[in-house]
């Protein structure tokens, strides 16, 4: 039997009018409320150059789940991200990825390693997002939701894994799209009348930068050789004329120091390190030759340089909850592990790289950071002089991305608190505190607080509450109405309606609130089995909704075809035995908080 891909990404007009839909019927975005919305500080300037290119904030989603498709990029930016990492797309774009593939029960694990559509398809979701964002940069009725001006930001490719993949045309025309979207822009265009609504039409003709991005971040998967890294780096400076970040591996450390801080300091006994990854990995000094080559090799040709700390971590899968045998430590853990990395390379590359205390030498080896970044550690990270400091892991937590705007708040409040107006000005006082109490720098200041004071927040003891849970199995309809489903999806695949009691149909229907999934939205990651409190898996068991009748047809179960009926009513089928649950369904999908798009175009 044909199967059907893991993810239908929605078109950009359907889009557009789920944005002025939800705006319409309960003030949201994706589900984002507006209270989560990102306002800049008057009086804080948190903005940093990422490889001489301006950006509003010094965060945003690490490339992962999180940047991988338009409602994804767009939540992240309303949420305050100004840098955003996208997924990393290779030649081979027809994986099949075993699910679960997410398991963030206590620190953080995944065996999702690559983008899951196809390359095509990558530029289409990453130019959607581009072109949506520039339209609600200008939309009148968000403007005081966002502080005005929300600000630049840039879009950064990640590419991998090998030469020949990325010399490949699919890889190498991907690039050039980036490069210069105004095709694709153009033939996008027209779906912006395509919304259903009609509410941002007035948009359709205005001017969309064509040049999404012109810098790469390079994920080269574990074993690359240096020479491999080398070449590819040469290649897409010189082929692409891009800007190159080199994504670095934790096995950087050696074996013995990641088994210190790991089994040691951490106490996490139960994490499996593979020796082999470490013997076949980029070593250590090795890395330091190689940096300093790379980073000399672009800005003789007129470009810029850097690095980012850290990759995951691969290990022994010993939960067997995921089905891979090997799996990609994250979180916590890994935040330890890139701070101790990137201590070991400011102690080697003195004034080489852009931090404080070596950019006064000349240092122009930018470093970004990706690695158990959360609200109480994000200022300290910054302070190390990283730009930026890109997240994953706590946006897979509860709340989701509603958890950026809080972070940079913590943030502005830090910097405010000191008398700082800027990050500059914040991160020389930092340094300057640091070498007071007896380091180096920001970065060996950070790495003591992370063995020491603040241990507590990356050992074993510290990360081992399980997720919240009720012995009762969870059903169609009716649950706890924790709304963790709708938080900690990536993709935005989850909704809400509330139950309106008022209304006698649904008398026997428990609950407050009910809880949907737009499936062609759902890639079946586990991470709402995960955080859901009660027993069952919420992407199965709650109403599972179509928009695309093939992939209706192609799927197993209880299921729903979801059409416009009369009078632009919602109208639905079913299949899989779901029959009888229909007039529930229709009910509660024609509500007032009903379903959150407009399907005049949907046939």
Known sequence: MESAPPLTPMSLGTLLGRVAHEWATR??????????????????????????????????????????????????WLGGSRLFELKTVQVLDDLVIQRPCIDMQTIGYNIEWS??????????EYVKAWMIIEILRQWEPLREFVGGDPGPHVFDMSVGYDLAGIRSEKVAGFIRAMHDASDEIERLRPAIRADPTGTFAEFADIEIPSTISTSVTLSTFHGCPPDEIESITKHLVDEHDLDVIVKLNPTLLGFDRVDEIIHGTLGYGDVRLSRQAFDDDLQFERAITLIGELNDYARER????????????VVDNHKHWMPDDTMYLSGAPLHVLATALLDRLAAALPGQLMLPGHEENGGDIQVSFSAGVTKENLADTIAMGVRPATICSDLLQPGGYGRLAPMLNALTETVRAVGDTDLAGWRARRLTVAVGAGHRDGAAAHLADVLGPDLERYELAGNSKLPRAVDHDLEMWGCVACNFCVTVCPNDAFFKVPTPKDDERFAEVDGRQQYFVLSELCNECGNCLTFCPEHGDPAMIKPRLYLERDRFELAEGKRFFVHAGEHGAVA???????????????????????????????G
């Not at 779901?578 to 009910?587: C, G, K, R, S, W």
């Open 572 to 602: 639905a089928t079913a299949a899989g035995g779901a029959d009888e649950d229909v007039p529930t369904l229709i009910a509660l999908l024609n509500a007032a908080e009903g379903l959150p798009l407009a399907l005049a175009d949907q």
């Open 27 to 76: 003030k949201r975005i994706f589900d984002l409320p507006t209270a989560r919305f990102w306002q800049p500080s008057d009086d804080v300037d948190l903005s940093f150059e990422f490889l001489g290119r301006p950006a509003a904030t010094p965060i945003g989603p690490a490339a992962g789940p999180h940047s991988q498709m338009a409602q994804n990029i767009v939540l992240a």
């Open 302 to 313: 007129g470009h810029r340089f850097g690095i980012k700390l850290t990759n995951t971590l």
């Open 115 to 124: 983008q899951e559509l196809l390359v095509h398809e990558s530029v289409e």
